[in-house]
């Protein structure tokens, strides 16, 4: 079983609508949750910080479900230049200290 | 400033050349990883250096061997690479190899292995 399953989309969405992804991981240890946007042959960008029971930042809700063990990103309004690729990361603890488990990315398309 | 540089941005190489990546960072962080990206694939950790030592090998082939010189600097040196090998590498720092620090990118280096 992956330590973390994402659903990899593609999603298109036009202008304006909400879209969300959901991210599920295995380890039920896991201290740390990032959600990560990378252009088309770009680096990876941290898009946000997923602590305790989540947070906003302008358009975006990271939120984490501990018991279920999974955490999800919310986008309202979307725009077209929110079009890029979405990883959900889960950093573990003890014997996996430092090591960043990615999920496969979500492709987003904002079409106008 | 998060910003981590490296260098060369991209690099085509053949089979028997020996080459080197460079990365580095002013922020501080005193951990520092290496990993591999194929297209439409998530980040694959190679390395990972704790305050210069080398603490996470991922089982990575000795045609790909790093060093870090000191703090700010992490390298990656190649080796009789396969084509295989073609990717985009990136190098990422954080503060230390903790449960909560965050890790920050570099734009990456293309390699093309011929």
């Known amino acids: 079983r992956k330590e973390v399953e994402q659903d990899p989309g593609p999603f298109n969405v036009p202008e304006g609508a909400t879209v969300a992804f959901n991210c599920t991981y295995s380890?039920?240890?896991?201290?740390?949750f990032f959600w990560y946007r990378q252009d088309c042959r770009k680096e990876p960008k941290l898009l946000m910080s997923?602590?305790?029971s989540g947070n906003e930042d302008g358009r975006f809700t990271a939120q984490l479900n501990r018991a279920s063990q999974y955490i999800s990103l919310l986008i309202r309004d979307s725009k077209l230049s929110d079009s890029a690729t979405y990883l959900c990361?889960?950093?573990?603890?003890?014997?996996?200290?430092?090591?960043?488990?990615f999920g496969r990315g979500t492709q987003l398309t904002v079409w106008p | 400033d998060t910003e981590v540089t490296q260098t060369p941005k991209h690099l085509v190489m053949g089979m028997t050349n020996k080459k080197s990546l460079k990365c580095e960072q002013h922020?501080?962080?005193?951990?520092m990883y290496w990993y591999k990206q194929k297209a439409k694939k998530p980040p694959e950790l190679m390395f990972v250096?704790?305050?210069?030592?080398?603490?996470i090998n991922e089982s990575v082939p000795s045609r790909f061997s790093p060093e870090c010189p000191n703090s700010s600097l992490l390298n990656l040196h190649l080796h009789a690479l396969q084509p295989e090998d073609s990717a985009l590498y990136l190098c990422?720092?954080?503060?230390?190899?903790?449960?909560?620090?965050?890790?920050?990118f570099g734009p990456g280096t293309r390699l093309t292995v011929l």
């Open positions: 997923v602590y305790s």
């Open positions: 990361a889960v950093k573990g603890r003890g014997s996996t200290l430092g090591r960043l488990y």
């Open positions: 380890n039920s240890a896991s201290q740390s």
């Open positions: 922020m501080g962080h005193r951990a």
């Open positions: 990422a720092s954080s503060q230390v190899p903790g449960t909560t620090d965050t890790q920050y």
């Open positions: 250096y704790s305050y210069e030592k080398l603490s």
